[in-house]
């Protein structure tokens, strides 16, 4: 079945711009989060969603960032006046998180393949 | 921070077992241990996970020492598609994000 999806795969901008980055979920998939990578880093986490509410949102480094989810599927990272620093690989994933069987089941996130911001 | 430690580069032969250690000396007893992996130009993919007992899946398996201080991921046979970044991860089961925190892994290099 389709993955997760995430676009544009690239996106060059200049300082100051405004951008808009968007996750397409699993379809199902209640649970979505937001990470940004630098380049020889792990993932860091910005936000998690449950539905259409930020659970949890400790991972946003300013507020120039912004996330929505208004529907409960789609999700889009904005970033406002972007600078060089924000450069560097935003990550999108998503889980199925709830009960199985009576106990929570294991919470597996699905990556997609990220894009790609270049703040010149 | 991250709440483990792994060296930073590994390399094995193709077709050999692949060991991967990772050290999480303060573990707590509602942590589990997850792996996860990031072949280059994708998002990151879930191998295993485990809490006390060792595990075993299609992909590796997960050895945990009975202190729960240090675990090792195994690939049995590794082949050049498993070269990859490999995290090594504790998180509650129950914690209320459920978002991982990932360090800087271990790079390993599956020579032909």
């Known amino acids: 079945g389709a993955g997760v999806s995430q676009t544009p795969s690239n996106k060059v901008t200049e300082k100051g711009k405004y951008v808009e980055l968007r996750c397409d979920p699993i379809?199902?998939?209640?649970?979505l989060y937001w990470y940004r990578q630098s380049l020889g880093q792990g993932p860091e986490f910005l936000i998690y969603?449950?539905?259409?509410?930020?659970?949890?949102d400790s991972g946003l480094p300013n507020d120039r960032f912004f996330a929505v989810r208004p529907e409960g599927s789609v999700s889009t990272l904005k970033i406002q006046r972007t600078e060089r620093g924000d450069s560097a690989v935003y990550l999108c994933?998503?889980?199925?998180?709830?009960?199985?069987?009576?106990?929570?089941?294991?919470?597996?996130?699905?990556f997609g393949p990220g894009t790609r911001l270049t703040v010149l | 921070d991250a709440k483990t430690t792994q060296p930073t580069s590994m390399d094995c032969a193709e077709g050999r077992a692949a060991n991967l250690p990772c050290n999480h000396s303060t573990i707590s007893g509602n942590e589990y241990v997850y792996w996860y992996r990031q072949i280059h130009s994708q998002g990151p993919q879930y191998i295993i996970h485990?809490?006390?007992n060792n595990e075993t899946n299609e992909m590796a398996s997960l050895i945990i020492t009975e202190d729960r201080k240090s675990s090792t991921l195994i690939l049995p046979h590794a082949t050049l598609r498993d070269t990859a970044v490999y995290y090594c991860?504790?998180?509650?089961?129950?914690?209320?994000?459920?978002?991982?925190?990932f360090g800087s892994g271990t790079r390993l290099l599956v020579r032909p």
């Open positions: 969603f449950q539905g259409t509410g930020a659970a949890d």
């Open positions: 991860i504790v998180r509650p089961e129950m914690d209320s994000s459920y978002k991982l925190i």
């Open positions: 994933a998503s889980s199925p998180l709830g009960l199985a069987g009576g106990r929570r089941s294991y919470n597996e996130q699905f």
């Open positions: 485990g809490l006390k």
């Open positions: 379809s199902g998939h209640t649970a």
